[in-house]
């Protein structure tokens, strides 16, 4: 099983530095941000935020382009079956039978594409940068029990370990012969079948060989965990926290007292 | 039996939907300090009984006492302490980003003081010979380290009592020569070890006892050197005597007495035999 890469990047930066609960709460904020705004000016801004925190995190560029590979095909899915299912109003730049497309559905796909794109490099600035088991750790001290900080930190964990499965399953059929994302629609989905049902039945195995991993080393048992390294919450990490909160509320104003923002364009 | 550390008393066994119970009214009882091993064909029942010893399964019918204690009201988590249990499977049971908070899972869990965290995580890194790769994700290691890391996670909690379920797969010579050398000190320390095995000559080597299984009840039970001379319990539990132990049998009749249980054994007993037919030979002057 391919377990090769993980998602976090361990480097010496002022965003690794930071405590995981106050990069939580900037997560959080600019995602609700990412979700109040349709506008495509404000999502490209956030988008490009996220990527200049990234970068100053001194996250290589290579993993931002491999992160923006992976999401690709839905944020082409967006593009192409937002206009086209819900085209919006407007005269019509094409239609074929029952298919309108218009420039106000053009603009709405552009601006779900953003808002999705802005979602992943946000949540991405958290995992890229946030050691797995301070995470936990910080879950824990916002008061949820360490069981479901473990939970959600392994959920994080596993992800690239699930697409490791995933491409490996992938491969292995491929070198017994099977032909996939060969054909029309129909065919493609279907060729993928095999594939994604043995790798559910893998990660199921998976997370059932996990669960008595972690029930075997002990956890659960009836007495305080120790705790190694402590996260606390420096003056760095309240000031991140006061900043994230004054854009937050600066373009709440914006949005609710100027009324911008609410349409794509 | 003076002091078992587990005791499995008419233990009976069937998974959820299935017909045929796995383990048919088993009983067994280990005393504290004994090297046990496990043997028996695929599906015999070996590691559906292993897992009851550490609650992973709980007995349909029957009882599991632990350090004197019905295992029945105990979580896997509370028995984590009295049984350390290694998986066959190192992939499934390796789960944190780097191999020193691997090792330092269990003891945490347990509440050790964090001095006592690192002092057994830093000693089971040296034992293990991890200290290169503490720092490192064990997901980038190679198969082998893996199966170490998981032998080292297994050291830090140092349980009295260790349920080694295939420990021996995938491991190089040298590995397999540091885990075994690991278990003799063990052993040597009084814990108690339970080796699920295929390997007749480790279970030969290393056991004080062998406990031959099929189709979940124990067919035998005694010393290596007494039971793989019962030719019609290896048959019945398809099992094969190690090749050392069954040349030994064969030289019987030229004065062996039967019972090594190692190739070194072996040879020191061969060459005694040797050495007490014949005068020792003069050593051959190398031809030119």
């Known amino acids: ?265 | 039996m003076a002091d078992p550390i587990l005791e499995a008393q008419g233990l009976w066994f069937w998974y959820a939907g299935e017909q045929a119970p796995v383990l048919r009214g088993l009983d067994l009882a280990v005393p504290r300090g004994e090297f046990l091993a496990l043997v028996g064909a695929n599906g015999s029942g070996k590691t559906t009984l292993t897992k009851h010893f550490n609650g992973l399964l709980r007995p349909r019918r029957g009882s599991v006492r632990v350090d004197g204690q019905d295992a029945a009201g105990r979580s896997v988590g509370e028995l984590a302490r009295h049984v350390g249990y290694l998986f066959q499977n190192p992939e499934q049971q390796i789960f944190s980003p780097t191999v020193r908070q691997e090792l330092a899972f269990g003891p945490q869990n347990l509440g050790l003081s964090p001095a006592e965290v690192e002092a057994r995580v830093d000693g089971a890194l040296a034992r293990f010979r991890l200290s290169d790769v503490a720092g490192s994700p064990p997901a980038i290691l190679s198969y082998g380290l893996r199966r170490r890391v998981t032998l080292a996670s297994l050291a830090a909690m140092d349980p009295p009592l260790l349920v080694l379920d295939e420990p021996t797969v995938g491991l190089d010579a040298p590995g397999l020569a540091e885990t075994f050398g690991w278990l003799a000190e063990l052993h040597a320390r009084g814990r108690t070890i339970v080796l699920v095995t295929h390997d007749m000559s480790l279970a030969a080597e290393h056991a004080d006892r062998v406990v031959a299984m099929r189709q979940g009840q124990i067919i035998a039970s005694a010393p290596p050197s007494e039971l793989f001379r019962q030719r019609g319990v290896l048959s019945q539990a398809s099992l094969v005597a190690p090749p050392v132990v069954a040349l030994a049998r064969a030289l019987i009749p030229l004065g062996m007495r039967g019972d090594s249980r190692s190739v070194e054994s072996f040879c020191e007993e061969y060459a005694a035999l040797l050495a007490g037919r014949a005068a020792p030979r003069q050593p051959r002057e190398p031809e030119l």
């Open chain 1, 1 to 265: 099983m391919s377990q090769s890469f993980d998602l976090y990047l361990p480097r010496d930066s002022w965003l690794h530095r930071l405590d995981p609960r106050a990069k939580l709460w900037a997560v959080l904020l600019a995602g609700a941000l990412a979700l109040i705004f349709r506008h495509i000016a404000v999502l490209a801004c956030l988008l490009l935020l996220a990527h200049l925190v990234l970068l100053s995190a001194r996250i290589p560029a290579a993993r931002l382009r491999w992160l923006w590979g992976r999401l690709a095909p839905l944020l082409l899915m967006i593009l192409i079956l937002q206009p086209l299912f819900l085209p919006g109003p407007g005269p019509d730049l094409l239609r074929l039978g029952p298919v309108r497309l218009t420039l106000s559905g053009i603009l709405e796909g552009v601006s779900f594409s953003l808002r999705a794109a802005t979602l992943a490099f946000v949540a991405a600035a958290l995992l890229l940068t946030t050691e797995p088991n301070a995470l936990v750790q910080g879950l824990a001290k916002l008061g949820l029990p360490y069981s479901w900080g473990l939970t959600v930190g392994l959920a994080i964990r596993y992800l690239p370990t699930t697409y490791g499965l995933y491409v490996d399953i992938h491969e292995a059929q491929q070198a017994r012969g099977w032909i996939v994302g060969k054909g029309n629609l129909v065919q493609r989905a279907r060729s993928y079948l095999p594939i994604l049902v043995a790798t559910i039945i893998a990660a199921l195995r998976l997370s059932d060989g996990l669960a008595l991993a972690l029930a075997a080393r002990g956890l659960g048992y009836p007495a305080p965990r120790t705790a190694l390294h402590d996260v606390r919450m420096q003056p760095a990490d309240w000031l991140a926290m006061a900043l994230a909160t004054l854009l937050f509320a600066v373009l709440m104003a914006v949005r609710y007292g100027l009324g911008f923002g609410a349409n794509p364009w």
